[in-house]
C-alpha cells in the first residue's frame, strides 16, 4: 500500500492549489453585478431587475416550469398590485375591528344598537379600496349609497350578542371583521372578477391559503407597506424588493416550481451579497460558487412559512455578519467564523446539528491556517463549514429518522436531497449515468444501504434513549467522514483531469484506500484491527483494479457508447472526470458487495464481521487471462513482488505456444525491472531476466526478429540493473522512508509473510521494524511460527509459489540467525535512522494545542500524523506535554463515562485511546534531564537537516512510492 501522503514537501496537487488560492477574486462594479442578474433572471423567464423606466416593456413574462406541466405567467404589475392589496385589506380589517369595538361599547353606553350607522362607517372605509384597485368604478359613489345593499345586522346579532356588558375577546371581534369583510367585498356593485383579482379574497384576508395552511402573518403586511410606501424598494425593483416579491410569489403560489424558485432566490441573493463587497469564488472545471449566497437561499426555503420581515431581516443581518468576519486576519478570521458566522448558521438549519460536528470545523480551519490566507481562502472556508453544516442537517436527520418505525421513507428523501446538494457543489460521484434518462442518485442508494446494514448490527446492551442518541451521533459522524475523505479524494488533480500522469494516480489510489476506510468505519461501525485492515485493504486494491486502475479509466478518445440508457450504439460525448466518476460508483457498489458478502460468511461461521482466513480470494493471481487484460502494460499495477517474476518467468516456456502471452511477459518483466530501486528488488529483477534469457533460443512461438529485439534488450536491462543496484544497507533507509508506523502486531506480520504479492520493499521494511522493536527472542519465536506453517505446505502447491516461499524462507531465517553483535550495530543504526526520519517528516513543529487534541482523539487520524505529534511531544516541554496529557485525560474520561457517552465507542477503540493516552502520560513523567537531552537532540537534527530537505524532496519525486 502506498503512503498516503508525503511528509517532507506538500504534494504537487497542493502546491498549485496553493498558488491558485494567491489570486483574489475580483469584486464587481455595480452595473456588471446588475448585468449579471439581469441575464440569469431571463434565462429563467422572469422579470429583469431595472429602472422605473423599463416596467412597462416587461410586464408579462414567461414562467419556466418542468417539462409537462402548464405554463405559468407572472406578470410583475400584477404581484405588485397584488401585494397593494394585501395591505390595503389587511389595514381595513384593522379598521373594521376599530369600528366594531367602538360600536359594540356605544352600544352597551346606549342600550341602542345602530345597525345602519355601523353600516355607512363600514362602507366609508371600503370605498378608498374600490376606487384604488377595482377599474371603471364610480368615482362620485358615497358612503350611503353603498350602504344601502349592506345587511350586517345578521352577522353582528349572530356574530356579537348581548353578554351583560362583558367585554368582547379578540378571537370574537377577529371573526366579525372577517365575516363584515367578506359581506363588503361580496357587495353586488362590486365587480367579483376584480375584487377576486390577483386571489385577493376572504382566503387572502385572513392570511391562509386554499389549503388552510397560513401563509402570512400580520406582520407581513405592516413590512409590505413599508416596503412599498417608505422604502419604495418595490417600485425601484432593488435586490431586497425583487427577494420579497419572490418570496411573496412563491407564498402565493404564483411560483409552483422548486427549482426555478431556488435558482432565482439564489441569483438574487449572490447579488446581494456581491453589492457588499463578497465576490464568489471560479471552482476550477465547475465554475463560480458563492457560498455566502447558496446558504441563505437554503435558508429561505427552510423558513418560508416564517414572516416575510424575518427572513429579510435575517438576511441583512447574516451579510453583514459575513462582511465583517471576511475583514479579519489570519487567526482572528478563524476565532471571528467560530464565533459569529457558526451561529448564524445554526440558525438557517434549525440548530440541528450532531455533537461532533466541530471536529470537521478544525480540520477546514488547519487547512486555511496553511494556505495564503487571502480573500479566496476565507471564501473556501466558509464555502467548506457551509457545505458541512447543511450536509450535516440532512444526514442528522436521516439518522434521527431511520431510528423511528415509519421513519424510512422520510430518511430516504433526507438523504437523497442532502447527497445531491453536496455532491454537485463539490464535484462528487453522484449517478451511475450521465444522460438525461437516468435521474437515479446512486452515491444516496450506496450510503442508504449501508446505514441499514449498520442497523442491523446487535445494538449495545441497555437500549436507553440517552444510548440511542449517542448511537445516532456515531453514525452522524461516520457518514460525514465518509463524505468528507470522498470530497478530498475528488478534489484531487488526478480525478478533475487536470493531471493524467501515472505519480498522480498513485497519489489518488492512496486517497481511495484512506476513503475506503473511513466506509468500513460507516459499514461496521467500528475499526477493524490491523489484521482484518489488511484484509480489507486488500480487497480495495483488487476491485481498484478491476474497475478505477490507470490502464482502463486513462484512454485518449472521451467518446463512449451509452448503454446504461438503453440506448445501445449511440455515441456521446463524455468527460475524462465523468468516466472516473461513474467507474468510482461500480468500484464503491463492489467493494460494498465484497464486505458484506465477507461479513455475512464470517457472521455465520464465527459470529464476527471480518474474515482472517489464511487465503483470500481477492488477492492478485496471475493468470494467461489476467494477462490477456493488461493490454496497457506501459503502465502496468503489478505489485514488484518475488512472486510476479515467478509467475511471469512461469510462462515464458517452450510450452507456451500463444505468442501474445509471452510477449505481454516479457514485456510485463522489463516494465517491472525498470522500476527495480531497492538491491532486494534489483536480484529479484536481475535473476527473472536471466531465466527468461536462456529460454528466448527455445521460444519457437516468437517470430526471429522478435527473438533477435529481446536478445539486446533484456541483456541491456541487465547491465542497467548492475550499474544502479545500491547497497544493501541502503534498502533499509529506503523501507523506513516509506514506513508509516513501526507498530505491527505478531498476527499481521505472519498473514503478510504468507501473502504471495507482498512487495518485495514491503518484506524489507517489516524486517526493519522487527530489527528495531522486537527482541531476538519474540524475533525467533515468530520466525518458528513461519516455519512451521512452512513446513506444512501441501505437495500440491503451485511450482511459482513453492519457489516463492523457499525464497522468502531463506531470508527470513537469515534476519533471526543474523550474528548478535551484526543484530545490535544494524538495530542502532536502524532506530538512528528512523529518528532522522521522524524529525525530517514534522511539517510544523509548534501545532496548536486543539489541533494535537482532536488528532488524539481521532479513530481515523492517520498513523504518519501520530508519529509526528508524537516526535513534537517528546521535543516539547515537559509542562505543555503534562497540561496536554491532563486535558487529553480528562476528555477521555467525560466521553468514556457511561453517564454521559460511555456507548459511544467500542471496546477496541477504548483500548486504543487508552494506550494513545498513556503514550502522552509517559512522555509527561520522563525526567527532566531524559526531555532535556531529546529536545536538543532533536533540534540538532533539525539543523543538520536543513541542507538535506530538498534532495531529499526531489529523490522522492523521482521515485514515487509503489505498492
Known amino acids: 500500500m502506498e503512503r498516503i501522503a508525503s511528509t517532507t514537501a506538500p504534494p504537487p496537487a497542493a502546491s498549485r492549489r496553493a498558488v491558485s488560492e494567491e489570486l483574489s477574486p475580483v469584486t464587481p462594479s455595480l452595473d456588471e453585478i446588475e448585468r449579471e442578474l439581469n441575464e440569469r433572471l431571463l434565462k429563467l423567464g422572469l422579470p429583469a431587475l431595472g429602472s422605473a423606466e423599463a416596467t412597462a416593456a416587461r410586464e408579462t413574462t414567461l414562467l419556466r416550469t418542468d417539462v409537462g406541466r402548464a405554463t405559468q405567467v407572472l406578470n410583475l404589475s400584477e404581484l405588485r398590485t397584488a401585494l397593494r392589496q394585501q395591505v390595503r385589506i389587511a389595514e381595513i380589517k384593522d379598521q373594521i375591528t376599530v369600528v366594531i369595538t367602538d360600536w359594540h361599547r356605544e352600544q352597551f353606553r346606549t342600550g341602542e344598537i345602530k345597525i345602519a350607522e355601523f353600516e355607512v362607517r363600514a362602507a366609508d372605509i371600503l370605498l378608498p379600496y374600490c376606487r384604488e384597485f377595482i377599474p371603471s368604478f364610480p368615482q362620485e359613489m358615497r358612503p350611503v349609497e353603498l350602504a344601502v345593499d349592506l345587511n350586517l345586522e345578521a352577522i353582528l346579532r349572530a356574530t356579537l350578542p348581548r353578554a351583560g356588558g362583558r367585554e368582547l375577546t379578540s378571537e370574537e371581534i377577529e371573526t366579525a371583521a372577517v365575516q363584515v369583510l367578506q359581506a363588503l367585498l361580496k357587495h353586488p356593485l362590486i365587480p367579483q372578477a376584480h375584487a377576486d383579482r390577483a386571489e385577493v379574497s376572504l382566503q387572502t384576508t385572513v392570511l391562509k391559503d386554499k389549503n388552510g395552511t397560513a401563509v402570512y402573518s400580520p406582520s407581513d403586511a405592516t413590512y409590505l407597506k413599508r416596503l412599498i410606501e417608505e422604502r419604495n424598494l418595490l417600485d425601484r425593483e432593488g435586490e431586497i424588493g425583487l427577494l420579497a416579491m419572490l418570496i411573496s410569489a412563491r407564498k402565493w403560489q404564483k411560483i409552483t416550481d422548486d427549482t426555478l424558485f431556488a435558482a432565482a432566490v439564489e441569483y438574487t441573493l449572490e447579488a446581494l451579497a456581491k453589492r457588499r463587497g463578497i465576490p464568489s469564488i471560479v471552482l476550477r472545471n465547475e465554475g463560480p460558487d458563492h457560498p455566502v449566497a447558496y446558504i441563505l437561499g437554503e435558508y429561505i426555503q427552510h423558513h418560508l412559512a416564517e414572516s416575510l420581515e424575518g427572513q429579510i431581516g435575517f438576511v441583512e443581518a447574516f451579510l453583514s455578519t459575513a462582511v465583517q468576519v471576511l475583514a479579519e486576519d489570519g487567526p482572528r478570521f478563524v476565532e471571528a467564523v467560530r464565533q459569529t458566522y457558526v451561529p448564524r448558521l445554526r440558525q438557517v438549519f434549525f440548530d440541528q446539528f450532531p455533537e461532533v460536528l466541530h471536529r470537521f470545523f478544525y480540520n477546514f480551519e488547519r487547512e486555511f491556517l496553511s ?23 440532512y444526514c442528522h436527520d436521516a439518522v434521527h429518522k431511520f431510528a423511528t418505525p415509519t421513519g424510512d421513507i422520510y430518511a430516504i428523501e433526507r438523504i437523497n436531497e442532502g447527497t445531491a446538494h453536496f455532491a454537485r457543489r463539490n464535484g462528487l460521484p453522484l449517478a451511475d449515468g450521465m444522460d438525461v434518462f437516468n435521474q437515479r442518485n446512486t452515491l444516496a442508494e450506496i450510503l442508504i444501504s449501508a446505514i441499514k446494514h449498520r442497523r442491523s448490527l446487535p445494538s449495545p446492551v441497555g437500549n436507553t434513549d440517552e444510548l440511542q442518541r449517542q448511537s445516532e451521533n456515531l453514525a452522524t459522524s461516520d457518514l460525514l467522514n465518509c463524505l468528507n475523505y470522498l470530497r478530498r479524494a475528488f478534489d484531487h488533480d488526478y480525478a478533475r483531469a487536470r493531471e493524467n500522469s501515472y505519480e498522480q494516480y498513485l497519489h489518488w489510489r492512496g486517497l481511495i484506500l484512506e476513503w475506503s476506510r473511513t466506509y468500513v468505519r460507516l459499514l ?40 446504461a440508457s438503453g440506448l445501445t450504439g449511440t455515441p456521446t460525448m463524455r468527460q475524462p472526470q465523468d468516466i472516473l466518476k461513474e467507474s468510482f460508483l461500480r468500484f464503491w457498489r463492489n467493494f460494498h458487495v465484497s464486505i458484506l458478502t465477507r461479513a ?54 517452450p510450452q507456451t505456444h500463444d505468442a501474445t502471452v509471452i510477449t505481454q511477459s516479457l514485456e510485463m518483466v522489463l516494465e517491472l525491472s525498470s522500476q527495480a530501486y531497492t538491491s532486494e528488488e534489483v536480484a529479484a529483477a536481475r535473476n527473472c531476466l536471466r531465466r527468461v534469457q536462456r529460454r528466448l533460443d527455445d521460444l519457437l512461438a516468437l517470430s526471429e526478429n522478435e527473438r533477435l529485439e529481446y536478445r539486446s534488450r533484456i541483456p541491456a536491462m541487465i547491465r542497467d540493473l548492475d550499474r544502479r543496484e545500491p547497497i544493501r544497507l541502503a534498502s533499509y533507509v529506503v523501507a523506513l522512508g516509506d514506513l508509516e508506523t513501526p507498530e505491527l502486531t505478531d498476527e499481521r506480520v505472519l498473514v503478510e509473510w504468507k501473502t504471495l504479492e507482498t512487495t518485495i520493499q514491503r518484506l524489507k521494511q517489516i524486517a526493519a521494524t522487527l530489527t528495531m522493536v522486537r527482541s531476538r527472542p519474540a524475533l525467533q519465536a515468530l520466525v518458528r511460527t513461519f516455519g512451521e506453517w512452512y513446513a506444512a505446505l501441501p505437495e500440491s502447491t503451485d511450482v ?25 550495530i544494524r538495530r542502532l543504526f536502524l532506530r538512528m535512522v528512523w529518528m532522522l526520519q521522524c524529525v525530517a517528516s514534522v511539517p510544523d513543529w509548534k501545532p496548536p494545542e486543539t489541533y494535537v487534541l482532536e488528532d488524539l482523539l481521532g479513530l481515523d487520524t492517520p498513523p504518519v500524523r501520530l508519529r509526528d505529534l508524537e516526535t513534537v511531544l517528546a521535543a516539547s516541554p515537559l509542562p505543555s506535554v503534562a497540561r496536554l496529557a491532563e486535558l487529553l485525560r480528562n476528555t477521555l474520561m467525560e466521553r468514556l463515562d457511561p453517564a454521559s457517552g460511555g456507548g459511544y465507542y467500542t471496546n477496541d477503540e477504548r483500548r486504543l485511546l487508552e494506550s494513545r ?16 537531552l531529546t ?11 536543513i541542507p538535506f530537505r530538498r534532495t531529499v524532496a526531489s529523490a522522492r519525486a523521482s521515485h514515487p512510492q509503489r505498492s
Do not use: M
Open 371 to 393: 494556505s495564503s490566507r487571502t480573500l479566496r481562502s476565507k471564501l473556501f472556508l466558509l464555502k467548506r463549514i457551509g457545505d458541512f453544516c447543511e450536509l450535516a442537517f
Open 935 to 945: 529536545r536538543w537532540t532533536y533540534g540538532a537534527f533539525r539543523v543538520c537537516l
Open 600 to 653: 455475512q460468511a464470517r457472521a455465520e461461521a464465527e459470529e464476527r464481521i471480518f474474515s482472517g482466513e489464511k487465503s483470500d480470494r481477492h488477492a492478485a493471481r496471475l493468470s494467461v487471462d489476467d494477462l490477456g487484460k493488461r493490454a496497457f502494460l506501459a503502465r502496468s499495477d503489478l505489485p514488484l513482488a518475488t512472486y510476479t517474476f515467478e509467475r511471469l518467468a512461469q510462462h515464458v516456456t
Open 524 to 563: 461496521t461501525g467500528r475499526t477493524p484491527d490491523d489484521v482484518e485492515q489488511y484484509h480489507l485493504d486488500g480487497i480495495a486494491a483488487w476491485h481498484i483494479e478491476q474497475e478505477i486502475s490507470f490502464t482502463k479509466v486513462n484512454f485518449p478518445s472521451v467518446y463512449h457508447r451509452d448503454q
Open 800 to 824: 511459482a509459489e513453492r519457489r516463492t516461499y523457499a525464497q522468502r524462507w531463506q531470508d527470513i531465517q537469515e534476519l533471526a540467525q543474523v550474528n548478535i553483535v551484526v543484530w545490535w
Open 917 to 932: 493516552l498513556l503514550r502522552v502520560e509517559q512522555l509527561a513523567r520522563r525526567s527532566p534531564w531524559k526531555a532535556a
